[in-house]
């Protein structure tokens, strides 16, 4: 059951992200140095306004077909090993 959930709350988690709108409200300007781990100069990064979409999660009941498993206990034969070390044979 908390497996479905995971499941459920990630496939809701990608729809959310990938129907959020994005609007650029500036622009940006950044140049980063290609081996260099510092960056000296103005940094300016661009903005963005994002809308995030209404997402509604309910439970509601449904009648579904699940497997079951019944266990029971029997007496089986099963192998025994007994060692005994060289030095004490």
Request: glycine share 2%; hydrophobic share 40%; aromatic share 4%.
């Amino acid at each position: 059951m908390n497996k479905s959930i995971f499941a459920i709350a990630a496939v809701a988690t990608a729809f959310t992200l990938a129907a959020c709108d994005v609007k650029k409200t500036a622009e940006g300007n950044v140049t980063m140095p290609k081996y260099e781990k510092t960056q000296s100069g103005d940094v300016t990064l661009p903005k963005y306004d994002v809308t995030a979409p209404k997402v509604e999660v309910t439970e509601e009941k449904k009648v579904v077909t699940v497997p079951t498993v019944k266990t029971e206990e029997k007496v089986i034969e099963v192998p025994k090993i007994s060692v005994t070390p060289a030095k004490d044979r």
